[in-house]
């Protein structure tokens, strides 16, 4: 089973925290975006020209299903929490699920000049504030708990996820 999965909106930083926890914890990161380009060996972008949007949520189900089976920490896309069945599947798994979050122009900044996010590449700001505003009930819907992202470095994110989730886990379990 699935140590701990992260979830959030695009820019929330689930890929850079989830690196540094797993180097920190020693346990291996799944990282669902990752995972997917290397199994078909295609960018996101790639996969979103080929087969759309519709075809990489099947993908990303997949990828999702065999994450949580898995002794591993999970980093999820940000569209994650879109499909019932995802969000079925997340709250079937044991793992704590953390909910990283900050304001959509902080979000929008992060992404703003990357290329390789299919949907926020059309966005203007206002589409992006939108489509934020329309997953917050799911992202609340599925996690355990909410860590705000904007103004904390990921390096204290980890120190409150390894106190606060992690170690409170351990000594549930040593008890
Ligand atoms: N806590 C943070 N403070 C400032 N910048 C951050 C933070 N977390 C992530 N970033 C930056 O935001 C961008 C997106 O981070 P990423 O980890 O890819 O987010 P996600 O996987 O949630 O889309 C990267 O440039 C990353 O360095
Ligand atoms: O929010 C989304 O719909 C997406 C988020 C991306 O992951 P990040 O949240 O890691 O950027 C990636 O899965 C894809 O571009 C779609
Ligand atoms: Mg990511």
């Known amino acids: 089973m699935a140590r701990l999965v992260l979830v959030g909106f695009m820019g929330a930083g689930k890929t850079t925290i989830g690196r540094l ?11 669902l975006d990752e995972k997917i380009v290397a199994d078909n060996q295609q960018t996101i972008p790639e996969i979103f020209a080929a087969v759309g949007e519709v075809g ?16 591993v920490v999970v980093a999820t896309g940000g ?30 900044q992060r992404v703003a000049n990357d290329t390789n ?27 355990d708990l909410t860590l705000l992202t904007a103004e904390v470095t990921p390096e204290t994110i980890v120190a409150t996820i ?10 549930k379990n040593h008890n």
């Open 21 to 31: 926890l797993a180097q920190e914890t020693n346990l291996p990161l799944i990282d």
């Open 56 to 71: 990489f949520r099947r993908l990303e189900t997949q990828a999702l299903k065999a994450a949580l089976n898995d002794d």
């Open 79 to 108: 569209g994650v929490v879109t499909q019932a069945i995802n969000r079925q599947l997340l709250q079937d798994t044991l793992a704590p699920i953390i909910y990283l979050k900050a304001p959509a122009p902080v979000l929008n």
């Open 117 to 143: 996010r299919p949907i926020a590449a059309k966005l203007d700001a206002a589409g992006f504030a939108e489509l934020v505003a329309s997953r917050e009930a799911f992202y609340q819907e599925v996690s």
């Open 162 to 171: 390894k106190a606060q989730v992690l170690q409170a886990r351990n000594s």
